[in-house]
């Protein structure tokens, strides 16, 4: 299984950014896929998990900031960012759940935000 993240950057506080996952397991469309970060000297905390079924959860802090998507035909997840600012600035890493509970992670891109 490999996850790899791609769409990391270095933007000004109120721009965009658009991370993608592409993840080569045979059982994509059955994974919940999500979005973590951390943040240095700060734990790894859930961003964004979306389901088979398409529910969507986030974390408070980016709520109606971020929207999380995925194609399960492209078996790949996405994270669409706006609104960025300096806390939101982490190594992003990408993980998927299989329907039989198995996880795997990616190896996360750099996001950095800049005031």
């Known amino acids: 299984v490999q996850l790899q993240a791609s769409g990391g950057g270095s933007v000004q506080a109120g721009g965009s950014l658009r991370l993608s996952c592409a993840a080569a397991?045979?059982?994509?469309?059955?994974?919940?896929m999500a979005w973590h970060r951390q943040a240095p000297g700060k734990q790894r905390e859930l961003v964004a998990s979306?389901?088979?079924?398409?529910?969507?959860n986030y974390a408070d802090s980016v709520k109606d900031r971020f929207t999380i998507s995925r194609d399960n035909a492209k078996k790949t997840v996405y994270l669409q960012m706006n609104s960025l600012n300096p806390e939101d600035t982490a190594v992003y890493y990408c993980?998927?759940?299989?329907?039989?509970?198995?996880?795997?992670w990616g190896r996360g891109t750099q996001v950095t935000v800049s005031s």
């Open positions: 397991i045979s059982s994509f469309s059955d994974a919940i």
């Open positions: 979306i389901a088979s079924s398409g529910s969507t």
């Open positions: 993980k998927a759940i299989t329907r039989f509970a198995y996880a795997y």
